[in-house]
Protein backbone atom coordinates (compact mmCIF):
# COMPACT_ATOMS: atom_id res chain seq x y z
CA UNK A 1 0.00 0.00 0.00
CA UNK A 2 1.49 3.24 -0.87
CA UNK A 3 0.27 6.70 1.02
CA UNK A 4 0.27 9.94 -0.54
CA UNK A 5 1.12 12.63 1.99
CA UNK A 6 -0.68 15.51 0.64
CA UNK A 7 -0.34 19.25 1.94
CA UNK A 8 -2.62 21.71 0.94
CA UNK A 9 -1.21 25.46 1.07
CA UNK A 10 -3.42 28.35 -0.33
CA UNK A 11 -2.45 28.05 -3.79
CA UNK A 12 -3.08 23.86 -4.15
CA UNK A 13 -6.50 24.77 -2.14
CA UNK A 14 -7.49 26.97 -5.25
CA UNK A 15 -6.74 23.87 -7.81
CA UNK A 16 -8.51 21.78 -6.03
CA UNK A 17 -11.68 24.21 -5.66
CA UNK A 18 -11.46 24.74 -9.36
CA UNK A 19 -11.75 20.84 -10.01
CA UNK A 20 -14.35 20.19 -7.81
CA UNK A 21 -16.33 23.23 -9.23
CA UNK A 22 -16.27 22.03 -12.53
CA UNK A 23 -18.24 19.54 -14.37
CA UNK A 24 -18.99 15.92 -13.32
CA UNK A 25 -16.47 14.45 -15.31
CA UNK A 26 -13.50 16.70 -13.50
CA UNK A 27 -15.02 15.87 -10.48
CA UNK A 28 -15.15 11.90 -10.70
CA UNK A 29 -11.73 12.10 -11.92
CA UNK A 30 -10.69 14.34 -8.82
CA UNK A 31 -12.37 11.76 -6.79
CA UNK A 32 -10.11 8.98 -8.10
CA UNK A 33 -7.16 11.01 -7.30
CA UNK A 34 -8.15 11.82 -3.78
CA UNK A 35 -9.35 7.91 -3.10
CA UNK A 36 -5.11 7.62 -2.45
CA UNK A 37 -4.94 10.21 0.20
CA UNK A 38 -4.42 9.27 3.27
CA UNK A 39 -2.77 11.78 5.27
CA UNK A 40 -4.15 15.09 4.68
CA UNK A 41 -2.73 18.27 6.34
CA UNK A 42 -3.77 22.05 5.41
CA UNK A 43 -1.68 24.42 5.99
CA UNK A 44 -2.05 28.40 5.60
CA UNK A 45 -4.47 28.41 3.23
CA UNK A 46 -8.43 30.39 3.36
CA UNK A 47 -9.76 26.80 4.66
CA UNK A 48 -12.51 28.28 6.83
CA UNK A 49 -13.01 31.61 5.03
CA UNK A 50 -13.28 32.15 1.72
CA UNK A 51 -12.93 29.00 0.16
CA UNK A 52 -15.61 26.45 -0.40
CA UNK A 53 -14.68 24.35 3.21
CA UNK A 54 -16.66 21.47 2.02
CA UNK A 55 -14.06 20.11 -0.65
CA UNK A 56 -12.99 17.03 1.84
CA UNK A 57 -15.97 15.66 3.14
CA UNK A 58 -16.24 12.95 0.48
CA UNK A 59 -12.35 12.35 0.53
CA UNK A 60 -12.86 8.77 2.12
CA UNK A 61 -9.51 7.44 1.91
CA UNK A 62 -7.84 10.17 4.62
CA UNK A 63 -7.43 8.71 8.14
CA UNK A 64 -4.73 11.46 9.28
CA UNK A 65 -6.44 14.98 9.17
CA UNK A 66 -4.46 17.93 10.32
CA UNK A 67 -5.25 21.77 9.76
CA UNK A 68 -3.45 24.40 10.62
CA UNK A 69 -4.68 27.70 9.57
CA UNK A 70 -5.25 29.99 12.19
CA UNK A 71 -8.73 29.20 12.10
CA UNK A 72 -11.13 30.33 15.45
CA UNK A 73 -13.70 28.03 14.82
CA UNK A 74 -13.87 24.16 14.22
CA UNK A 75 -13.77 23.09 10.71
CA UNK A 76 -16.89 23.01 8.71
CA UNK A 77 -15.43 20.51 6.55
CA UNK A 78 -13.42 17.14 7.93
CA UNK A 79 -12.95 13.61 6.00
CA UNK A 80 -15.70 11.36 7.10
CA UNK A 81 -13.33 8.37 8.15
CA UNK A 82 -10.43 9.77 9.93
CA UNK A 83 -9.20 8.25 12.78
CA UNK A 84 -6.78 10.74 13.87
CA UNK A 85 -7.55 14.44 13.58
CA UNK A 86 -5.32 17.44 14.59
CA UNK A 87 -6.39 20.98 15.13
CA UNK A 88 -3.67 22.48 16.86
CA UNK A 89 -2.00 25.97 16.47
CA UNK A 90 -4.81 27.39 15.84
CA UNK A 91 -6.48 30.07 17.25
CA UNK A 92 -9.89 28.55 17.95
CA UNK A 93 -12.11 29.88 20.72
CA UNK A 94 -14.95 27.09 21.12
CA UNK A 95 -16.00 23.79 20.22
CA UNK A 96 -19.20 24.43 18.90
CA UNK A 97 -20.44 21.62 16.04
CA UNK A 98 -17.54 19.61 17.24
CA UNK A 99 -19.68 16.55 17.79
CA UNK A 100 -21.33 16.59 14.38
CA UNK A 101 -18.28 16.47 12.24
CA UNK A 102 -16.56 13.57 14.01
CA UNK A 103 -17.34 9.48 13.13
CA UNK A 104 -17.37 6.27 15.16
CA UNK A 105 -13.79 5.48 13.43
CA UNK A 106 -11.72 8.45 15.32
CA UNK A 107 -9.71 7.49 17.72
CA UNK A 108 -7.46 10.02 18.37
CA UNK A 109 -7.97 13.55 18.79
CA UNK A 110 -6.14 16.90 19.18
CA UNK A 111 -6.56 20.50 19.53
CA UNK A 112 -3.94 21.92 21.65
CA UNK A 113 -2.55 25.21 21.85
CA UNK A 114 -5.64 27.03 20.73
CA UNK A 115 -8.16 29.99 22.99
CA UNK A 116 -10.69 27.45 24.33
CA UNK A 117 -12.09 28.22 27.21
CA UNK A 118 -14.70 25.37 27.81
CA UNK A 119 -15.87 22.13 26.84
CA UNK A 120 -19.23 22.54 26.73
CA UNK A 121 -21.41 19.54 27.94
CA UNK A 122 -23.36 19.22 24.45
CA UNK A 123 -20.05 19.22 22.75
CA UNK A 124 -18.74 16.69 25.28
CA UNK A 125 -21.52 14.20 25.55
CA UNK A 126 -22.57 14.66 21.75
CA UNK A 127 -18.80 13.04 21.34
CA UNK A 128 -19.28 10.27 23.84
CA UNK A 129 -22.24 9.31 21.27
CA UNK A 130 -20.78 10.19 17.63
CA UNK A 131 -17.26 8.39 18.96
CA UNK A 132 -17.47 6.31 20.64
CA UNK A 133 -14.04 4.60 19.82
CA UNK A 134 -11.77 7.51 20.94
CA UNK A 135 -8.94 6.52 22.93
CA UNK A 136 -6.97 9.49 23.50
CA UNK A 137 -8.22 13.22 23.57
CA UNK A 138 -5.76 16.21 23.60
CA UNK A 139 -6.66 19.64 24.65
CA UNK A 140 -3.69 21.01 26.57
CA UNK A 141 -2.23 24.20 26.11
CA UNK A 142 -6.54 26.46 25.59
CA UNK A 143 -7.85 28.17 28.74
CA UNK A 144 -10.50 25.80 30.01
CA UNK A 145 -11.08 25.84 33.69
CA UNK A 146 -13.87 22.99 34.30
CA UNK A 147 -13.40 19.02 33.64
CA UNK A 148 -16.45 17.77 31.99
CA UNK A 149 -18.14 14.65 32.95
CA UNK A 150 -15.45 12.08 32.19
CA UNK A 151 -17.36 8.84 32.95
CA UNK A 152 -19.78 9.73 29.76
CA UNK A 153 -16.45 8.29 28.16
CA UNK A 154 -16.32 4.43 28.86
CA UNK A 155 -13.13 3.48 26.61
CA UNK A 156 -11.36 7.08 26.66
CA UNK A 157 -7.53 5.84 27.65
CA UNK A 158 -5.66 9.22 27.42
CA UNK A 159 -6.69 12.85 28.76
CA UNK A 160 -4.60 15.42 28.71
CA UNK A 161 -5.53 19.11 30.30
CA UNK A 162 -1.87 20.26 30.48
CA UNK A 163 -1.63 24.12 29.97
CA UNK A 164 -5.27 24.98 30.96
CA UNK A 165 -6.34 26.96 34.07
CA UNK A 166 -8.13 23.94 36.25
CA UNK A 167 -7.42 25.41 39.52
CA UNK A 168 -9.23 22.38 41.08
CA UNK A 169 -10.44 19.00 39.80
CA UNK A 170 -13.54 17.57 40.92
CA UNK A 171 -15.02 15.56 38.31
CA UNK A 172 -19.20 14.35 38.75
CA UNK A 173 -18.88 11.24 40.42
CA UNK A 174 -22.85 10.77 40.13
CA UNK A 175 -21.94 8.09 37.18
CA UNK A 176 -22.44 4.62 38.11
CA UNK A 177 -20.79 3.42 35.15
CA UNK A 178 -16.88 2.85 35.33
CA UNK A 179 -14.05 4.37 33.05
CA UNK A 180 -11.02 3.20 30.97
CA UNK A 181 -8.79 6.11 31.90
CA UNK A 182 -5.33 5.37 32.26
CA UNK A 183 -3.29 8.51 31.85
CA UNK A 184 -4.43 11.86 33.15
CA UNK A 185 -2.19 15.06 32.38
CA UNK A 186 -3.20 17.61 34.26
CA UNK A 187 0.57 19.59 34.41
CA UNK A 188 0.81 23.67 34.39
CA UNK A 189 -2.28 24.71 35.66
CA UNK A 190 -2.33 26.00 38.89
CA UNK A 191 -3.88 22.89 40.20
CA UNK A 192 -5.06 23.30 44.20
CA UNK A 193 -7.37 20.97 44.75
CA UNK A 194 -6.79 17.50 43.43
CA UNK A 195 -10.17 14.91 43.73
CA UNK A 196 -9.18 11.90 45.55
CA UNK A 197 -12.86 10.11 44.90
CA UNK A 198 -12.14 10.22 41.11
CA UNK A 199 -8.51 8.40 41.72
CA UNK A 200 -10.71 5.79 43.39
CA UNK A 201 -13.13 5.26 41.51
CA UNK A 202 -10.97 5.53 38.20
CA UNK A 203 -10.36 2.36 38.84
CA UNK A 204 -8.23 1.53 35.67
CA UNK A 205 -5.75 4.90 36.15
CA UNK A 206 -2.19 3.84 35.84
CA UNK A 207 -0.51 7.44 35.29
CA UNK A 208 -1.42 10.91 36.34
CA UNK A 209 1.03 13.86 35.69
CA UNK A 210 0.47 16.57 38.81
CA UNK A 211 3.98 18.47 37.83
CA UNK A 212 3.91 22.71 38.14
CA UNK A 213 0.63 23.43 40.35
CA UNK A 214 -0.20 24.71 43.51
CA UNK A 215 -1.13 21.36 45.09
CA UNK A 216 -0.24 21.74 49.08
CA UNK A 217 -1.94 18.78 50.25
CA UNK A 218 -4.57 16.12 49.19
CA UNK A 219 -8.60 16.29 50.67
CA UNK A 220 -7.28 13.03 52.82
CA UNK A 221 -3.92 12.41 53.95
CA UNK A 222 -2.56 8.89 52.24
CA UNK A 223 -5.00 8.51 49.85
CA UNK A 224 -2.27 7.91 47.00
CA UNK A 225 -1.56 4.35 49.16
CA UNK A 226 -4.92 2.99 48.70
CA UNK A 227 -4.96 3.09 45.32
CA UNK A 228 -3.51 -0.05 44.16
CA UNK A 229 -3.88 0.40 39.99
CA UNK A 230 -1.90 3.75 39.88
CA UNK A 231 1.69 2.22 39.36
CA UNK A 232 3.35 6.38 38.30
CA UNK A 233 2.51 9.77 39.93
CA UNK A 234 4.14 12.43 39.16
CA UNK A 235 4.38 15.68 42.13
CA UNK A 236 7.61 17.82 40.87
CA UNK A 237 7.38 21.27 41.35
CA UNK A 238 4.62 21.94 43.59
CA UNK A 239 3.95 23.50 47.14
CA UNK A 240 3.58 20.25 49.12
CA UNK A 241 3.11 20.92 52.62
CA UNK A 242 5.40 18.69 54.56
CA UNK A 243 3.61 16.79 57.53
CA UNK A 244 2.38 13.68 58.37
CA UNK A 245 -0.18 13.26 55.49
CA UNK A 246 3.39 12.24 53.57
CA UNK A 247 4.27 9.41 56.21
CA UNK A 248 3.70 6.83 52.94
CA UNK A 249 6.76 8.55 51.73
CA UNK A 250 8.58 6.53 54.42
CA UNK A 251 6.07 3.14 54.36
CA UNK A 252 7.74 -0.06 54.00
CA UNK A 253 7.53 -1.06 50.44
CA UNK A 254 7.08 2.62 49.07
CA UNK A 255 11.08 2.18 48.05
CA UNK A 256 11.14 -1.15 46.80
CA UNK A 257 8.34 -1.50 44.78
CA UNK A 258 6.95 -4.08 46.43
CA UNK A 259 3.43 -5.49 46.18
CA UNK A 260 2.05 -3.65 49.01
CA UNK A 261 2.62 -0.33 47.50
CA UNK A 262 3.63 -0.99 43.76
CA UNK A 263 2.84 3.21 43.16
CA UNK A 264 6.35 5.11 42.10
CA UNK A 265 5.84 9.20 43.42
CA UNK A 266 8.59 11.45 41.22
CA UNK A 267 9.52 14.46 42.98
CA UNK A 268 12.66 16.76 42.64
CA UNK A 269 14.77 16.05 45.51
CA UNK A 270 16.13 19.18 45.51
CA UNK A 271 12.27 20.95 45.83
CA UNK A 272 11.70 22.67 48.99
CA UNK A 273 8.97 22.23 51.31
CA UNK A 274 6.06 24.61 50.89
CA UNK A 275 5.26 24.10 55.21
CA UNK A 276 5.44 24.07 57.45
CA UNK A 277 7.49 27.06 58.45
CA UNK A 278 10.19 24.90 60.38
CA UNK A 279 10.33 22.99 56.89
CA UNK A 280 10.36 25.60 54.09
CA UNK A 281 14.43 25.36 54.11
CA UNK A 282 14.45 21.11 53.73
CA UNK A 283 14.12 19.81 50.36
CA UNK A 284 12.55 16.52 49.42
CA UNK A 285 14.93 14.56 49.51
CA UNK A 286 16.46 15.54 52.63
CA UNK A 287 12.90 14.16 54.49
CA UNK A 288 13.11 11.47 57.23
CA UNK A 289 10.22 9.90 58.84
CA UNK A 290 11.15 11.84 61.78
CA UNK A 291 11.11 15.41 60.52
CA UNK A 292 7.50 14.70 59.37
CA UNK A 293 6.57 13.23 63.14
CA UNK A 294 6.01 9.23 61.61
CA UNK A 295 6.07 6.57 64.07
CA UNK A 296 7.17 3.34 62.46
CA UNK A 297 6.19 1.97 59.62
CA UNK A 298 2.18 2.83 60.63
CA UNK A 299 2.32 6.26 59.89
CA UNK A 300 -1.53 8.15 59.74
CA UNK A 301 -1.85 11.74 59.78
Not at 221 to 246: Q, S, V
Request: charged share 20%.
Amino acid sequence: MITLFLVITRRTMYILEFILKMNEKFILLSYILCKTIYILSIINCCYASSCDNHIVDDVASVKYFNVFCSLISIPTSIPKNATEIHINNNEILTLKGLNYLVNNGLETLKIQHNNISEIPNDVWAGLAINATNLIEFDISYNKISQVPDLFVYERLDTLNLEGNQIKTFLPDLSATNGIALETLNLRHNGLEIVSMPFLHKADHLKRIYLEYNNIKSFEKPNDFRDYGDITEARLDNNKLDCNRGLCWRFEAGYSSGTQKLRIHIHTDPHQMCGSPPELVTTNWGDLNADLLGCTGNNCRA
